[in-house]
């Protein structure tokens, strides 16, 4: 018996039977999966109702898996297949990792200030000293008349060693974690810290902290946002490449620096832990060890505006070595890998299922708990959905679909092989930061600049040589040690009898108010009364003369002085 249809066209039994047959064969072409795992991940066709999904022709020439090219062109890069295991090999690493050997033999005995000299060289300091010197300068220079009490007119020109005790001073405030910057110097019993005190005086601490500049202020590199640190970032970067080697497996992935003032490229992450700040791109390697640093300073950044950017100018030193590179799904793309397997470099990492290129078959796959599909495309990039707790999707060049067992909570879970290394090696930013994170002496600043030196040069910088110690002395200490041997050593580098010659003496003028009613006691300030005769005459200074009621009771004759020219005379003459 024939059927019909809304529009009244006739099916017949022979219709039914062969779209049946059409049905089933596309449901056991739906998943691809290895000869070798079919037992082991089964995928049943599940019994919910089926629509079918009528496609554009740019769709379908978009997401199709195209067969074999018999035209003898080049194959097309959209052909995924079944994981055959046809990885693309690349030159082996073969070079040595860790600490230079020139390192081991000259540092192998050395105190943990002598490894961070390594990466913060006095070279690093004095061009600091320097360019805080002519700042400080041109900012008295430019400084109206009107304010001759300002306590910059105090500044005299540091160097390098009280540059050391400033920020010996600074990463003492990461140990010692007090509320307030002035009480470090506060003499109160429960609030109060006597070692502040020893290295130098809150006021010239807050004055080099006032003035401290890492870069010549001019404006002809206004057009690059990170020009006030660019200096500073190019000499640690080279810094931290000539001390060590990275290992075959390097990672990248971001951070951020907590900063909540308003600047362009301030950031939102509300994955991380301080969500608002600036965030730093890193090539790091296990155990942590940071090779390089980039700053992302906004849209308009060519180095780090796109993923890829990132990426290539990251490992830019590296490629063409044999290393692996683990990322994120933020950098992961099948573009991004053909490119590093052309430079010699496999990609393993995570992948978002929407981007291009992929394969739709094992994107859209439903899985069960511990089930996987897999294709591989014709030059070797293996794209894998794992069901796990949820799907993870991962791109590999160096894997195929292996599966290792790993010890899960005393229990034995199969993992694949991407995902165990995937997670052995993605590890190393985040140990970065964490190793940062204990004692940091990051502080509320309004100055996203000094903010962001002060990580590098006391955060990254000394991460990196707290690695390299343990490597090099074969030694383990605690990084809140390792910071504390940093403080002694910079810090006492004068004794207390030195540091005391170098502050100001005080002097012994002092400014007394006369008793009494003032309209009685007031008098004429001596010194602006002889200013203006000068300048205008005996009649017009009787009339302008300021009348004050204090003096100075040290002078001889006792003259009465307002207060700008108390100061004038005797704190700053």
Avoid at 188 to 198: L, N
Avoid at 228 to 239: A, D, F
Avoid at 277 to 303: H, M, Q, R
Wanted: hydrophobic share 35%; with cysteine; glycine share 4%.
């Amino acid at each position: 018996m024939a059927d019909f249809d809304d529009d009244g066209f006739e099916i017949t039994e022979d219709i039914l039977t062969q779209l049946n047959d059409i049905e089933i064969s596309l449901l056991n072409n739906s998943f691809q999966l290895s000869s070798e795992d079919e037992d082991d991940y089964q995928i049943l066709p599940t019994k919910k109702k089926r629509r079918r999904i009528i496609q554009s022709d740019s769709e379908i020439s978009e997401n199709e898996a195209v067969g074999p090219d018999t035209s003898g062109s080049t194959p097309s890069t959209n052909v995924w297949t079944e994981p055959k295991g046809n990885q693309r090999k690349i030159i082996p690493f073969t070079e040595i990792s860790g600490a230079p050997l020139h390192v081991k033999l000259s540092m192998s005995n050395k105190s943990p200030v002598d490894f961070y000299s390594l990466f913060l060289t006095d070279d690093i300091l004095q061009q600091i000293v320097n360019h805080t010197n002519c700042y400080a300068i041109a900012k008295i220079t430019n400084m109206p008349e009107a304010t001759p009490s300002a306590r910059i007119r105090k500044w005299h020109p540091t160097n390098l060693t009280e540059m050391k005790q400033f920020f010996g001073l600074i990463l003492f405030m990461g140990l010692v974690k007090l509320v307030k910057l002035a009480d470090y110097w506060s003499k109160d019993k429960i609030t109060g810290h006597p070692f502040s005190r020893t290295v130098m005086s809150r006021n010239r601490f807050e004055l080099l902290l006032q003035m401290l500049h890492f870069s010549d202020n001019d404006d002809h590199n206004k057009e690059d946002r990170l020009h006030r640190v660019r200096q500073l970032i190019e000499n640690l970067n080279s810094n931290f490449k000539k001390n060590y080697t990275p290992t075959e497996d390097i990672c990248i992935d971001e951070s951020m620096v907590p900063f909540r003032g308003r600047i362009i490229f301030r950031q939102y992450n509300k994955q991380k832990r301080h969500k608002y700040g600036i965030k730093e791109f890193k090539l790091c390697t296990i155990p942590g060890y940071t090779y390089k640093v980039s700053i992302y300073a906004g849209k308009n950044d060519e180095t780090n505006n796109t993923p890829t950017n990132v990426v290539m100018s990251l490992c830019g030193d590296l490629l063409n070595k044999g290393h692996t590179l683990y990322t994120d799904n933020w950098y992961t793309s099948v573009d991004l890998a053909r490119q590093l397997i052309d430079q010699e470099t496999h990609l393993v990492g995570t992948i978002r299922k929407n981007r291009r290129k992929l394969p739709k078959d094992v994107v859209t796959a439903k899985l069960r708990k511990g089930e996987f599909a897999a294709a591989e495309s014709f030059d070797g990039i293996t794209m894998m959905k794992w069901k796990d707790k949820r799907d993870v999707y991962v791109l590999s060049t160096k894997h195929s679909i292996q599966f290792h067992d790993v010890n899960k909570r005393d229990k034995i879970v199969s993992k694949p092989k991407i995902v165990v290394d995937y997670n052995k090696v993605k590890g190393a930013v985040d140990l970065a930061d964490q190793l940062a994170a204990y004692s940091t002496p990051l502080r509320k600043s309004l100055k996203w600049h000094k903010k962001l030196a002060i990580n590098l040069l006391l955060n990254t910088s000394l991460v990196n040589a707290y690695i390299l110690y343990q490597k090099v002395t074969n030694k383990k200490i605690p990084i809140s040690n390792f910071r504390k041997s940093i403080v002694e050593s910079f810090c006492m580098q004068t004794n207390i009898k030195e540091i005391q010659d170098e502050r100001p003496k005080r002097l012994k003028h002092k400014l007394v108010k006369k008793e009494g009613k003032s309209s009685i006691v007031r008098r004429s300030c001596s010194q602006c009364y002889k200013n203006i005769v000068q300048s205008q005459g005996r009649k017009q200074a009787k009339n302008k003369v300021k009348k004050v009621q204090t003096f100075c009771d040290d002078c001889p004759n006792k003259p009465f002085l307002c207060l700008d020219c108390f100061n004038k005379a005797h704190r700053f003459a």
